[in-house]
């Protein structure tokens, strides 16, 4: 039986958590392969949409990386980010996504650490929720 | 003697309400029968798909088909008329965006079946038949059209030349689409008969939207009473015009109700849902998680609201299914 590795998709905002996973690549820290990284210029840029397209697509979980409030280089796109989180979680759930599925967390450009820690975090809560139960109804 | 072109009108999964905004362009539609011969209407007029079937390919100018596709005699009808006809215009929300009918993708088929069939109070079935496509009754076959999995909008399933949006239509738009359609002066493929720009831009309360708007408590309709002058949102009242293509004519807004988004997304919006969703999320007033996630939490039915006539359409198309 082949092992099943959950696909991540992870938008990450250019100001922090993108560079916050460079300064993880840099100190020759390691997390999971199982993110990709979809580089944005703030977390208040990531439109539902993309998140509904990617679990269309086949991603079986969402990660969304912003900077810490208060940081925001934009002031509060990450609140933003925050509010449309909120309800897109509740709308998730009624589409029959689980919780665990989405995370949006803060990760500043210093904390390459944290950034392993929640990747791994993330992975492993989804390996034990496993793929999407059932499929996404397509065209046919 | 010229002969007119002719025209066809099909329903499939819908209320009726779409037939009924046919009937309600009034003395308008003696200018469509001066335009064009009806040869097909089954609602209305006696012919039969027999009729249809022997007419040649591309023999009908335009067919209007309302409602969605739900049972395999709907998409065989529709691949019917689509290859008689010209054009297509997909007539209200159901055969645009899966309408109403749509949502039931939110349910499997078989909880459908249980719920209609078995567990509905006033419905009594000892035996707990359900419908099956074909029966045997008395050593005789009985056929009855089978039930999709999931409810398609008409694109889904044929190609669509036009669309006629509205929950129902309005009738001065489905004049205009036939008279254009059928005198030779069709639009660019996949128009849209209305406004590209969403409801905000034309609303006869958008003046008294605040600069910032922000909002503290979502209201219910029904418990609620409301400024009938002013914009719905600074209200509390989830008003979804500024996602909604424009056009209607502000039908639900002269009646003092909030819009719910029945012509569809505006041109350059894929998703309406989404687009409902981070637009009302993002007018949240609170700055605090806490605070956030309990008036978010107070939308009882986010999915339902936002994706009341677009479901099928969506970029999801309904919950995911076993």
Redesign the interface.
Known sequence: MNKFEPKIIGFLCNWCSYEGADTCGRSRKEYPSNIRVVRVMCSGRVDPQFVLEAFHKGADGVLILGCHPGDCHYKEGNINAMKRFALMKNMLRQFGIEDERVRLEWVSASEGERFAQIVSEMVEKVRILGPIPGKIRNDN | MTTKPKIALYWCSGCGGCEESVIDMAEDILKIADAADIVFWPVALDFKYEDVEKMADGEIAATLINGAIRLDNQEHEAKLLRRKSRFIIAHGSCAHLGGVVGLA??SAKKEIFKRVYREVPSVLNTQGILPESLTLESGKEMELPAFH??VKALN?VIEVDYYIPGCPPVPDQIRDAVLAVVKGDPPPDGHVFADTKALCNTCSRNASKPDKLQIKEFRRLYDSEWDPEKCFLPQGIICLGLATRGGCGERCIKANMPCRGCFGPPGNV??Q???F??A???L?EP?E?SE??R???S?P????L?YRHSLAS?????????
């Open positions: 993708n939110f999995d999931t889904q894929v998703d849902g989404a687009k969703l981070s009302i999320a993002s949240m700055y998680s956030i996630e008036l978010a939490a939308i039915d986010p999915a339902g936002f969506s970029i999801m198309r309904g919950r995911i299914s076993e």
